[in-house]
C-alpha cells in the first residue's frame, strides 16, 4: 500500500507548482520566501554520497534564493 502513495506523491512533487506550494504551506521558516522559485531546477535522483555510496532520491530539487 506504501508504494501506491509514493508514487502518487512523487508525481504531485515531481511538479514546481505543488513542489512550491507544499514548501509554502508546511515548511514555517521565513526563508522559503527567499526562494526564487522560477530558478529551481530538478536534479537527477541519483548520486553517489559523500561516504562513496550509491543514493537515489524520490524527487531532488536544487533552489536558487533571490539576491
Known amino acids: 500500500m506504501r508504494q501506491i502513495h509514493d508514487r502518487g ?4 512533487f515531481s ?4 513542489f512550491r506550494q507544499l514548501l509554502e504551506s508546511f515548511v514555517a521558516q521565513t526563508w522559503i520566501s527567499e526562494i526564487d522559485f522560477n ?3 530538478k536534479l537527477k535522483k541519483s548520486f553517489i554520497n559523500p561516504h562513496y555510496k550509491e543514493t537515489e532520491s ?3 530539487y536544487k533552489v536558487k534564493f533571490k539576491q
Do not use: A, G, P, V
Not at 506523491?9 to 504531485?12: H, R, S
Not at 511538479?15 to 505543488?18: A, G, L, P, T, V
Open 9 to 12: 506523491y512523487k508525481k504531485l
Open 15 to 18: 511538479n514546481q507548482h505543488f
Open 39 to 41: 530558478q529551481c531546477e
Open 58 to 60: 524520490d524527487i531532488l
